[in-house]
């Protein structure tokens, strides 16, 4: 069955504190790996794809990278601001795009 | 604005009453999903279209749901008999034909009372 994990559930953070958080996935034929950031009460806004493995995209603090089984979404010196649930999605290969269940970051001034 | 739709933001209903949501798909984008979110999970899967083909529909969804898409523009969401569970946002998104990501709509915030 296809399926997306996430890990850690919850990340607390002191500005400046780099880390890591965690997506694995289980799908039929990964046609792309997403990662969006959800602010409360709003829809998901779009961040990253990778398509293959040993991809990189960077964005301001943000980096994501892609192996065949997981994908790391890596904050460096992170700020209040990016305080946010971070959701991490796979494209099957029938098109199904499959969500995990995010992981909530919270950046301590 | 081109982004993604979605009407009513808010919706407020009592339980057993029947509602329905709007999705307007950013234009060209000939897929679009539906899912539902509770607080503190991920998106769940609903449905999807192609232009006006349905082309999945969750195990999970009940026979209460119903979506459409005509003519492969804007979809609805029905719910019938409305349930307490039935509480959660409900979010649409759309995708170009080519293989790119999903963008979504503010979402509609569904509340059974």
Known sequence: EDQVTQSPEALRLQ??????????????????LFWYRQDPGKGPEFLFTLYSAGEEKEKERLKATLTKKESFLHITAPKPEDSATYLCAAKTSYDKVIFGPGTSLSVIP | DTGVSQNPRHKITKRGQNVTFRCDPISEHNRLYWYRQTLGQGP???????????????????????????????STLEIQRTEQGDSAMYLCASILPVNTEAFFGQGTRLTVV
Do not use: I, M
């Open chain 1, 15 to 32: 500005e400046g504190e780099s880390s890591s958080l965690n997506c694995s996935y289980t799908v039929s034929g990964l046609r792309g």
């Open chain 2, 44 to 74: 769940e899967f609903l449905t999807y279209f192609q232009n006006e083909a349905q082309l999945e529909k969750s195990r999970l969804l009940s026979d209460r749901f119903s979506a459409e898409r005509p003519k492969g523009s804007f």
